[in-house]
């Protein structure tokens, strides 16, 4: 039997995370409003459905860029043909434009410095590859998405050294806590090669402040390493502050063209912003042409489908629909978000404060146990398994603090949010029926039998749980 | 000053390469039949545009495949929204089929043994992540593919070891090369973990015949590694012998099938360079497993998901396409070496592929790289031809340049061998037939050539030449 690879062998795809386990217990079970009520709800994806109509009403008016026609004439043999890992260039140009209108054009971008690739996954990868070598470090603020651990490591053998955020200031990024995690990777002999952000955050949903931002230039400058910003989310700012990229800040500290501003990179993809997940739309941009050139030419292990390119050529060069959908996207984001923020406060639950992105992050920390990642995930598996809904706890988020949640809105009609809400409010009520008895009478009940509460919100569910070895 | 990754500033990503220096030239003069007649004519490219008609017709036909009309407007939101790596399953469905049908239908492929990839590229360095840990070494029998010394190894660190492959044996992959390349790594202790062939062959534009394939699948077997089978060109065959896949040789032999994986692509075969479909087959479930998760960093865009799709599943369009591919190449390569034989230059008989392997040996003015090269330089610079050289796919022997014949339409075609013509007269390095007339009237003697060849049509029942894959088509 033919031996395979220590990567295929290991489990740095970070496959097993709660992160995915929960998703899996969705596929297994999930919800659909006719054909399977009492499914799980999918609030674990961070997905935009919310404008698709506005989608289709363009491609209605505007079949040539579907049928790969170019004024009524069809252009199919130039796109099959067309794997030039340069890119289209009439993408190129309507994407730094459309990059330029989310920052309310206060950064201009040059199309000579973006590198298409497959997604969001895999220009991260593809930075990583072109920042660091094997065994190097990047430094990551947590909570910060679980697919980094995947994205950022497997393949490239890289490793991520945390930046500790905590809930006490917001989970602000703070000097201490930087210079903490340098420390740490020092410690540990590691060659720290960079920080990476994800501006607006995931999972917390907020937008970096320009502090913050100026802190970390400072830092990376101070100690001459890279900075990678993923702004994936920038284009779902519905609230108030407005978005500042770090870009913005060089700009406005007079640092463009200097060394410091060869070294900042951004992510970017239209996978949350224009909610084309599919069609694998990702890109690099960086201002130090060594890295353009190098991404570029790694770009061929994941070209966008020059079909795709065009589609998206002709739909980004039409401002007109960018301006109405990405204003109309915020505002229904901004309704969406406020559904689930009044729901939640009926359950005494409470969000952290955020102005973007397609999730909360929810504070679950008094619904615990204990103050521990046992009790964060007992509370998992009952709201997973019990009250049906697939959220994503802080854990697999490397949140330092148990009890927090990020709980995606955006992937559901408003009915399905409704019902989600209305679990989670007669979950907690539960939940707060059983506070009235005193500590020690639990304990004792636990160590009998599972508890009562759980048998009498799902007496169905509890036999089949039964049954399954966890 | 903490400079990038090693990967990025070294030159793992090959295009120092002589066969990235001819695309360069071609790129600062490309020809243009009315723009730019003198340009460099780019014979190094191995794409395919004979069927983009027959194409075409059916994607107008077919809205819906590509998300217009009210139908196809109705699957967007769905299809925008699809990025399950596992693929569409009607994708995954459609490709297994053709690849039956490419294949004669004599063997069958399970769409859940399909995992995406960023095209070919993507399927290799996925294999070689899945497959070898970096410092470890894949065997690939020589001449092969540029691309694959950055495919295999610019960011996995595996390390490629070449299987001599010589022009005396017509470049046979023998027990005896493989051996002796097995033997090399072990003295170089390297640790050979598969063996990659290309089958239909780049650049030699032949097929591996069965004897070969048998004793390929008893090597890797005896030495316990993997067999990586990429069969990118597949239905690209357009004459006898028939292609045998490796797919259908371990039905035949006894073989550990957790070695066996094929890399396949719609590029070559469809035409499609620029929609990125490429896939990594696997017999092994662990591969399998673990090439899923990895193919995240190569989806394949859904929207062309859909689309190809849609034109696998219609059989009637197979079908004909399979037939009419075969058709146009084989006639293609018919004209192209029949033309260059008049001027005396010969190629590796083959059967297969989107190029020939042109044998200019005699040319060389000394057995060396150096002569190669410089008779290189003349081809782009004097001649006007971006052809690739031998040496830029590791070939042992100086003189043989690829040269890639499916990528222009017919004008260009002439104008390429117009200027062969010319440059050999001018050289005085072949035996010029006698019907050819003096030098002033070259153009009018050549399209007399033409007509010479195409009365000789191989529709004719009289035809001197050999079957047309139409005769081939109804076994």
Redesign the interface.
Known sequence: ?????????CNS?G?DSSYFLGWQEYENNPYHEVTNPKGIIQMGLA?N?LC?DL??SW??KN?DA???KRDGK?I??E?????DYHGLPALKNALVDFMAEIRRNKVIFDPNHIVLT??A??AN?TLM??????G?AFLLPTPYYPGFD??LK??TGVEIIPIHCTGSNGFKITLSAIEEAYQQAQKKNLTV??VLITNPSNPLGTTMAREELDLLINFIDD????LISDEVYSGTVFNSPSFVSVMEVLKDKNLEKT?VWE?VHLVYSL?KDL??????IGAIYSN?S??VA??T??S?????????QY?LSAMLSDKKFTKEYVSENHRRLRQRRRDLISGLEKAGIRCLDSNAGLFCWVDMRHLLNSDTFEAEMELWEKIVYDVKLNISPGSSCHCVEPGWFRVCFANMSENTLQIAIQRLESFVSSIATINTQSHEELKSLRKKTRNNWVFRLSFQSFHDREQDDR | ??A??????GDG?G?NSPYFDGWKAYETNPFHPTDRPDGIIQMGLA?N?LC?NF??KW??KH?EA???SAQ???K??E?????DYHGMPEFRQAVAKFMGKVRGGRVEFDPDRIVMS??A??AH?MVA??????G?AFLVPTPYYPGFD??LR??T?VELVPVVCKSSNDFKITTNALETAYEKAKEDNLKV??LLVTNPSNPLGNILDRDTLKGIVEFINEK???LVGDEIYAATVFMEPEFVSISEIIEEVEC?R??IHIVYSL?KDM??????VGLVYSY?D??LS?AR??S?????????QH?IASMLSDDDFVDSFIVESKEQLFRRHKYFTWSLSQVGIGSLKSNAGLFIWMDLRKLLKEKTLEAEMDLWRVIINEVKLNVSPGSSFHCNEPGWFRVCFANMDDHTMEVALLRIRTFMLEHNKAMVPRKLCSQSSLKLSFSRRRDDFMSQSIMSPHSPLPQSPLVQART
């Open positions: 039997m033919g031996l395979l690879s220590r990567k295929a062998s795809h496959q997905e459905q698709f989608f289709e491609l209605v079949p579907v049928s790969l069809s199919f043999k796109l099959a043909l067309f794997q497959a997604g996954t895999s990868e590859f072109c920042l660091a070598d094997e190097d995947r994205d497997w393949r090669k960079g100690k001459q390493i890279h060394q070294r996978s909610s084309l997940p599919g069609f694998r130090d060594i890295v190098a991404a030419k790694m061929s292990f994941g070209l966008v489908s020059s079909q795709t589609l | 000053m903490v990038i990754s090693k990967i990025a500033t990503h295009e794409e545009e983009f194409i075409k994607v107008m809205p590509s998300l217009c196809g407007v109705n967007f939101k299809t925008a929204l699809f990025q960023g095209g590229t993507g360095e992540f899945c497959l070898a840990d970096p470890e950055r495919d610019w960011r660190g973990k598969g316990n590694i993997h550990k957790d070695l590029s035409g499609f360079p620029g929609f990125r092994n662990s591969v673990c998760k990895m995240s960093f190569g989806l394949v865009s859904s929207q062309t689309l």
